[in-house]
């Protein structure tokens, strides 16, 4: 039987579908989400709902009263930016900007919100308020942080937050969520290492030789997951990119060379090891080959934890949709990472995923490929899980 929440939104499918469609034609990278924001607060405005735009940039927040008294407020996120990708799926709402494109689901995660919106707005039969936060950048551009530093939660204040992903492969109508550490820290790193320089075949023994302190680096950042991680704890360093020297001339030995990548880690303790780890062998083994080094890393996010309450109420939500079979509430880990974590470290919340399932070519195209598209299936299942939310919140009657 049909949960009649679900059935609900299924009459508005079409229209969400459009709009879906309609956001992903029109792509934009974070901060740039000038056209989605307009799109979004037109929406919110047409079904009755307060608007805030520009809250942290491109920001909107979207403010529901219930009809009946109460303090308690919840806050509902979803993201809007997009990515710096080719689309090659041939559909016929691909982007129409070349190099851009919605390669993972954010603009099925708007929509999804917008039908909870929708139906909130028409059945406002609850007890307190619902903060729709539809922020921009999430995609490494910061945008978490910057509503937060905008004041979110000052001018908008909720008791509990909540976002929600979609994830390729897992089958649609299933939900996956954890308690604690859930999605990854994850950081950009770069060391420059500069030795003289010299001929290679003529006067190698006059050089400092960078290329051997480059391939020890390299070989010795292996060592820091497998001798100072705890063997419990999970952490990964990857390198992504090398530049130096020059294929013209290959009897030269280069001044410079570079060296950058990625690492992902789930507790700020062992953020901490790989910092001084990374830049200790960096600086100790350019010194050992009478060359120099300059370390740097940033982190893009922190670890994201799920709250233990919040995550029981949000696989409640799930399994009242879906059933408790439908619900992975043990789910593993994931090393992607998620600027929701700093939502999560101000206010008590969680992060769920949402069944994709697969394309039409009976494949899970991943997050972040060409020919990603966000499958609007689950749109109203997603919607439903939101007024699902609500109700468990602020005791919709």
Known sequence: MTDPVIAQISTQHAELTAIRRDIHAHPEMGLEEVRTAALVAAKLREWGIEVTERVGGTGVVGTIKGRLPGQRAIGLRADMDALAIHETTGAAHASTTPGTMHACGHDGHTTMLLGAAQHLAANRDFSGTVQLIFQPAEEGRGGALKMLKDGLFERFPVDSVYGMHNIPGLPVGQFSIKPGPFLAATSRWNVTFRGTGGHGGATPHLASDITVVMAEYILALQTIVSRNVAPLETAVISVGHIEGGSAQSLNVMPAVLAVGGTARCFTKETQAVIDTRMAELAHGLAALHSASAEFSISWGTNPLVNHADQTIVAANAAKALVGD?????????????????????????????????????????????????????????GAAWWVKLVEAELNLG
């Open 325 to 381: 079979a439908a619900v992975e509430t043990q789910a593993i880990a994931v090393t992607g990472g998620e600027d929701f974590a700093y939502m999560l470290e101000a206010k008590p919340g969680a992060f769920i995923f949402i069944g994709q399932g697969v394309a039409a070519d009976g494949i899970a195209h991943g997050l972040h490929t060409p020919k990603f598209d966000f499958n609007d299936a689950i749109i109203p299942l």
